[in-house]
């Protein structure tokens, strides 16, 4: 595959610290460029992870549905930004959340076939990949382990005590 995204743009990535720009180039011929028109969705809510996406220009809007069926929106992500690295770390996972531009987007699109291949013929430079996709979910589980605190320490009588349960329930954790 190729693409006209410049390979700058992907070894400047989060996703590709660490690599060599061999495994850079490698990468990058895996990949393919991606457009979104402004609104237009990129992907919903529960269909199948089937690609990695690097933000390269614009925004897109990360959103879900509560309980009254409201769109909320839960994140905003830029330039260098990933969207769909669940893809990459669990095979035929589904979309947690639903994607749309807000103005028009470019986009690194990495298909998971393609990615899963590379795990298996060049698995150190895939495993660094897939170790950039951890730290940055991880980073992200932190950034929600401090709002859930900022929650609760606003929070008063049964939503203190709702809190209170969804912090133990990430205390628990296993897998």
């Not at 460029?33 to 690097?54: H, I």
Request: hydrophobic residues 45%; negative net charge.
């Amino acid at each position: 595959m190729s693409t006209s995204v410049p390979m700058n743009a992907l070894a400047q990535s989060d996703l590709c610290r660490g690599l060599s720009e061999t495994e850079i180039r490698t990468l990058h011929t895996l990949a393919e460029e991606a457009r979104v028109a402004d609104g237009q969705v990129l992907f919903r809510e529960g269909d199948a992870g089937d690609a990695l996406y690097l933000v390269i220009e614009g925004e897109l809007a990360v959103l879900k549905h509560d309980d009254a069926g409201s769109e909320r929106v839960l994140a905003s992500v830029g330039p260098g930004g990933l969207l769909g690295e669940m893809t990459v770390i669990q095979q035929d996972s589904r979309r947690s959340a639903s994607v749309r531009a807000a103005g028009p987007v470019t986009l690194l699109k990495i298909p998971a076939p393609r990615f899963q291949a590379l795990l298996a013929q060049d698995g150190v430079a895939a495993l660094k990949v897939v170790h950039n996709v951890a730290r940055v979910l991880a980073a992200r589980l932190t950034q929600v382990d401090a709002k859930v605190l900022a929650l609760m320490a606003q929070a008063d009588g049964p939503r203190r005590a709702e809190l209170g349960a969804f912090q133990e329930v990430l205390r628990n954790w296993a897998f």
